[in-house]
T-cell receptor, first 117, second 112 residues
C-alpha cells in the first residue's frame, strides 16, 4: 500500500475485555514498531520487530500486552483484560532500514484510538 | 536512561521565524530526528541529523551539537498550516537495537 495502515481507527471497549489492533506496514519495510501516545505525553515505545522476530520487547508495560508479526508484514498488538489506563492512541511505524542501521526513518500510521470504559 | 526535553508550547506569527529547541541526555547516540504531527494525524518525518551542524531543507532547518546534547528545528516564513506538534526523537541503543526515543513534543500555534 501507499502508507502504513492501522485498523480499527477507533475502538471503544469495556474494562476487562481483550482487544486486537492491526498494523499493515509499507511493503518491503522489514522493521516495524509499536508506540503508545497518551494525551500530553510523548510517544512511548512498546515493541520492535525485525522481520518476524521481536529483538526488543522492553517497552511492553505488562504481561497483558503481546504482539506478533507474521510473514514479515502484518502485525497485531493484543491487550488482554483491558484497563482504563490503557486508553491511548496506539501508533504503528515501519522503516526500510532496521533499527541498528542509523537513519531508520519511520513512517507512521494514523493510529488506533483506544477508549476503555 | 533517556531524557529528552522540549518546550510544551510555542506561539508565533504568520511569516515569522521560530526556533524549537530540544535537549537530550541518552546513553549512546545514533542520530536525532524531527517529526511533525498535525492533530489526529500520523507523525511525518522532517529531518535527521547525525553529525554536528545545520541541515537545511526548504523552509525547515535542523541543527545538532552532540557535545552539548542539543538540537533545534528552525521554521522560516511560517504558514498557518505549520500549526502542529513537533517531535524530537533520539536514536540510542536499546536491547541491541537503536530505537528512537521521543520527547513529549512542542505544540506550535501560528496566528495571523
Amino acid at each position: 500500500g501507499a502508507g502504513v495502515s492501522q485498523s480499527p481507527s477507533n475502538k471503544v471497549t469495556e474494562k476487562g475485555k481483550d482487544v486486537e489492533l492491526r498494523c499493515d506496514p509499507i511493503s518491503g519495510h522489514t522493521a516495524l514498531y509499536w508506540y503508545r501516545q497518551s494525551l500530553g505525553q510523548g510517544l512511548e515505545f512498546l515493541i520492535y520487530f525485525q522481520g518476524n522476530s521481536a529483538p526488543d520487547k522492553s517497552g511492553l508495560p505488562s504481561d497483558r500486552f503481546s504482539a506478533e508479526r507474521t510473514g514479515g508484514s502484518v502485525s497485531t498488538l493484543t491487550i488482554q483484560r483491558t484497563q482504563q489506563e490503557d486508553s491511548a492512541v496506539y501508533l504503528c511505524a515501519s522503516s526500510l532500514a532496521g533499527a541498528g542501521q542509523g537513519k531508520n526513518i519511520q513512517y507512521f500510521g494514523a493510529g488506533t484510538r483506544l477508549s476503555v470504559l | 536512561g533517556q531524557n529528552i526535553d522540549q518546550p510544551t508550547e510555542m506561539t508565533a506569527t504568520e511569516g515569522a521565524i521560530v526556533q524549537i529547541n530540544c535537549t537530550y541526555q541518552t546513553s549512546g547516540f545514533n542520530g536525532l530526528f524531527w517529526y511533525q504531527q498535525h492533530a489526529g494525524e500520523a507523525p511525518t518525518f522532517l529531518s535527521y541529523n547525525v553529525l554536528d551542524g545545520l541541515e537545511e531543507k526548504g523552509r525547515f532547518s535542523s541543527f545538532l551539537s552532540r557535545s552539548k546534547g542539543y538540537s533545534y528545528l528552525l521554521l522560516k516564513e511560517l504558514q498557518m498550516k505549520d500549526s502542529a506538534s513537533y517531535l524530537c526523537a533520539v536514536s540510542s541503543p536499546s536491547g541491541g537495537s537503536y530505537i528512537p526515543t521521543f520527547g513529549r513534543g512542542t505544540s506550535l500555534i501560528v496566528h495571523p
